[in-house]
């Protein structure tokens, strides 16, 4: 079978993942961590094997910079990166961190300069390179983002790479800042890119049209080395690329990333307690019930072998977790059965049978799946009914 987006690299490549969590993420409208909450995401993005992390903006004051010293400080292996705007300043703050790497966002569409700065392609272009210059001289190693690349002239955007790599930048990131690509634009924006530029590639995705972990994949297989994501997919408006969605589609997909896939579920959990942001039961991944099957076709299935509705790719172990098979409306004998011998109630056929339309109804009332307490309840009741049947025939 022929790949949607064939790989313009080599297949086995591996794909670097850049997290975000701590600065896009936290500007996610209404998130904010505390130091100790930081702290606490730094080191499970670290343990998890994220290679790179975005640690804050030094530009907001002093404070902040002194979080993003204790936070870099419990880093063993992530790269810390503090993110800029195109300002000495900015620079100047980062500099007061300890981080060695920056990066230098430059909005580079016409509706970014002219609406927001008032200033031109040429202001964008000089500032370039002025800026990695100054920040390469003070031993930083520089990216340099294009904001808005979505929604800019891509023979600017490769202009600025142009000017980045002369001036001495390690990476170019391609911004998708109000989420406007499908994955074929995602594909189609990557590898005109790289097709003119020497630096690798980085994408950042935003949701904004429910695309974000699509697009960010179909970069990939554009062409881009390292892919910017948020735990949960945190981040402004419908939020960015979520780590661990990435990260089990790439890994499926036989490309390495690094990331321990057994450590999603926790980092989850803990940024979703930090954010606010408490995750949908159905969460891709890292969701309650992901690993949960009701239907009775599905359950009978399941029972005789695993592998009908699961694929080794995305199995529950893969991440770490187990599968559920839970009692609910759409339950069928089979499954109830094995409820039931679980819990050591009475399994037969015609128990099940005659449980199972009072299984529907609780399910209707109690909008849950039926535990074994439940369901002993309904065996007794049952037998009840049963009872009553037969004293009315007699």
């Not at 001036?167 to 499908?182: E, H, K």
């Not at 960015?240 to 390495?256: C, D, K, M, P, Y």
Request: glycine share 8%; net charge negative.
């Amino acid at each position: 079978m022929t790949a949607l987006f064939p790989p313009v690299r080599l297949a086995n490549r591996p794909a670097v993942l850049c997290d975000t969590t701590l600065r896009d993420g936290e500007q996610t409208a209404g998130v904010a961590f505390s130091l100790d909450e930081k702290r606490a995401i730094a080191r499970a993005l670290d343990a998890a094997g994220v290679s790179e992390l975005e640690v804050g903006i030094a530009a907001m004051g002093w404070e902040e910079v002194a979080e993003i010293r204790a936070i870099i400080a419990e880093l063993e292996s992530a790269e810390p990166v503090v993110w800029c705007r195109l300002r000495m300043g900015d620079l100047d703050m980062a500099g007061k961190t300890g981080a060695r790497r920056v990066h230098f966002a430059v909005p580079t569409s016409d509706r970014q300069l002219v609406g927001k700065l008032k200033v031109d392609r040429a202001w964008a272009l000089q500032n370039t390179a002025e800026l990695v210059y100054t920040a390469v001289s003070r031993g930083f190693h520089v990216s340099v983002g294009a904001e808005d690349a979505s929604r800019t002239d891509p023979a600017f955007v490769a202009e600025i790479a142009r000017v980045a790599q002369a001036a001495g930048a390690i990476r170019f990131r391609l911004a998708d800042t109000l989420g406007l690509l499908d994955p074929f634009g995602a594909h189609a924006l990557v590898s005109a890119i790289v097709a003119r530029t020497v630096l690798p590639i980085e994408f950042h995705a935003h949701d904004d049209f429910g695309m974000a972990t699509a697009n960010t994949l179909a970069a990939w297989h554009a062409g881009a080395s390292h892919l910017s994501v948020t735990v949960n997919g945190l981040g402004e408006r419908a939020g960015n690329a979520a780590l661990e969605e990435v990260a089990a589609a790439l890994e499926a997909q036989g490309v390495a990333t690094g990331i321990d896939l057994h450590c999603l579920s926790a980092l989850s959990s803990l940024v979703a307690l930090a954010s606010g942001r408490p995750l949908p039961p159905n969460k891709s991944v890292v969701g309650d019930m992901v690993f949960s099957h009701e239907a009775g076709i599905h359950v009978d299935a399941i029972l005789k072998n695993g592998d009908t509705y699961e694929d080794p790719r995305s199995a529950p172990a893969r991440f770490g977790r187990e599968r559920r098979l839970v009692l609910g409306k759409h339950s069928g004998i089979a499954g109830l059965r094995a409820a039931l011998a679980a819990a050591n109630l009475p399994a037969g056929e015609a128990v099940a049978r005659a449980i199972l339309p009072l299984l529907r109804d609780f399910a209707v009332r109690e909008k849950r799946p039926a535990a074994p307490e439940d369901l002993a309840h309904l065996v007794a009741m049952a037998w009840h009914l049963e009872r009553l049947n037969a004293e009315d025939g007699e």
